[in-house]
């Protein structure tokens, strides 16, 4: 029996996979949880093989949860499942270390494909995103653009597009203020722009916030 914990901020998601999987011969989910900091809580207290998360998370958000998570329990395999195009953030989380990309457009079935698959040491992406990775056919597409960026960018990116000045997003990402400084300066030569302003529209226009 696979043991899954879902992790996402909408009650009605954690209710609804929590039902999905109620009668499944294959797979139980032993918990579900609203925001980053009590996927730790729980996963030092329980079993799990595979935990489903989405990016947007209260307190901690997900890109960083599982960095942390996969320094503390390698073994523990990560979905992320989120409304975000696929197409920007599924290989920046890939290279963060989960173990596949899920769209929230997705059906129940494919979930469930999708935990089996990663449990079994594979990784899980959309045949559309698997083309991307493999044949890179528009030289100005948006996943030709963000694959330029580092996981640590993007994540700057997300927290910059929320609002967060350097001194929170330092505080967050557990690294120095200067650091955050030079991750906003390579965000502003590699999307050529020259403000912040300019920043966050850029990254509403490719659809990252």
């Known amino acids: 029996m696979i043991k899954v914990l879902v992790v996402d901020y909408h009650p009605i998601v954690r209710k609804g996979l929590k ?30 093989d595979v935990i489903i998360s989405e990016i947007d998370l209260p307190e901690l958000n997900g890109i960083t ?4 998570i996969k320094k503390e329990h390698e073994n523990v395999k990560v979905i992320i499942f989120s409304y975000h195009p696929e197409e920007i953030y599924a290989i920046s989380t890939i290279k963060a270390g989960a173990s596949g990309y899920l769209s929230k457009t997705v059906d129940t079935e494919t979930i469930r494909e999708a935990i089996i698959k ?7 992406l959309s045949d559309n995103m698997a083309k991307h990775l493999h044949f890179n056919e528009t030289r100005n597409s948006k996943s030709k653009l963000y694959k330029r960026l580092s996981t640590r960018e993007v994540e700057v990116l997300k927290l910059l597009s929320t609002g967060k000045k350097n001194k929170e997003i330092a505080l967050e990402l557990d690294i120095n203020e200067k650091t955050v400084s030079t991750y906003k300066a390579r965000l502003f030569k590699k999307l050529n722009v020259t403000n912040l302003v300019d920043l966050i529209h850029q990254a509403q226009h490719m659809g990252t916030v």
């Open 19 to 48: 039902l999905f999987f109620e009668s499944d011969p294959d797979i139980e989910v032993v918990g579900t949880v609203g925001t980053g900091i009590e996927i730790f809580e729980f996963i030092r207290r329980y079993p799990v």
């Open 118 to 124: 990663v449990h079994n040491g594979d990784i899980y």
């Open 65 to 68: 949860a599982l960095r942390a």
